[in-house]
C-alpha cells in the first residue's frame, strides 16, 4: 500500500498510514516519508502495539546521523533502558516506579513542558526526533507542537529584518531552571556547554525560511541580555499563537516524528506522580556529532 498523509492541522501535521515502522522500509517508501516530512513538519504513524527499542532504532537510523551516548550528568540518574540511542522521556525511574515528586530528576523532566526544539543546545543540531508511545495515562497527557514556517511567514516585515542574522545563545541549563529544576551543579553543568545558533534560517528540506526558537535560547548574542530576552519572549508568545498550535493526543504505540529544525514542541501537564507515562525518543542530527560534542 502506498504511503498517505491526512492532514491534522490546516498548517502542518499530518497522520500517514501505508508505512509501518517496525518492518523493514523500502527506499521507495522512506524517499515518500521525507518527503511528507518536508511538507508536514509532525507526522504521526499509529501502530497497534508498540515499536521494541531494536525496531524503534533501526528505523530512526534510516534517517541520518543518530545521537548516541549518554544523557546529561545529573545527580542520582540510574540507567532504565540500555540503549545509548534512546532518551527516556518518562516519568519512571531505572526500576521502573515513578519518580518521588522531590526528584531533581523529574523536576529537569518537568522542564518539557516549556516550549522547546531538541538538542538546540548543540553546535550539530537536531533534525527528527521520533517518540514512541509504550504507556499513556488514562488522563490527557498531550504533546502540542508549533509551526516555526508559518510563525514566520506571519511575522510583520519590520519584524523579519529587525531579526534576520541574529543570533542566539542555546544553553540546556538555561531551561532546566526556567522550568523550576534546580540550579546544576558545577559538574552538570560541564557537560553542555552553551553554543549559538542563527534566530532564522532557510530550512532545508523545504526551502521555506523558519525561526529557530526555544526555551534553550538564553540570550542574544550581541545585544544586553534583559533586551534580547524580551525579544525572544516576544517571538516566543507570537509563534505559539493558537493558530499555530497542533495538540497530539497519544495512543499506546503511536509514533510521532517531528522536524526540529522548523517546530517547536512541550509536553502538556498531567498527575506525574498518580499516573506513568512511557515515551522514548531517539534524535537524528544534522551531521554525525562524534567528533564535535565528544
Known sequence: ??????????????ELTGIDLRRPVAPAALSAFRAAMDEHAICVVRHD??????QHIAFSGLLGPMERGPAPKIAGTGIRLPHPEIVDQSNL???????????????????????HTDMSFYAVRATYSLLSAHEIPVVPADTEFADMRAAWDALPAATK??????????????????GDGPEPTEEERRTRPPVRHALVHTHPGSGRKSLYLASHA?????????EGR???????????????VFAHRWRTGDVVIWDNLCTMHRATEFDDQSYRRDVRRTTVRERDPAAVDA
Open 218 to 226: 538564553s540570550h542574544i548574542a550581541g545585544r544586553p541580555v534583559e
Open 1 to 14: 500500500m502506498a504511503l498517505s498523509a491526512r492532514k491534522l492541522h490546516p498548517l502542518f501535521a499530518a
Open 230 to 244: 524580551a525579544l525572544l519572549r516576544e517571538l516566543m508568545a507570537f509563534a505559539t499563537r493558537p493558530e499555530f
Open 93 to 115: 525511574d531505572a526500576d521502573g516506579a515513578v519518580y518521588a515528586d522531590g526528584d531533581r530528576r523529574l523536576a529537569y523532566k518537568r522542564a518539557n513542558r516549556l516550549w
Open 161 to 178: 529584518a529587525e531579526i534576520e542574522g541574529l543570533k542566539a545563545e542555546h544553553s540546556y541549563w538555561h531551561s532546566r531552571v526556567l
Open 49 to 54: 502495539a508498540p515499536l521494541t527499542n531494536e
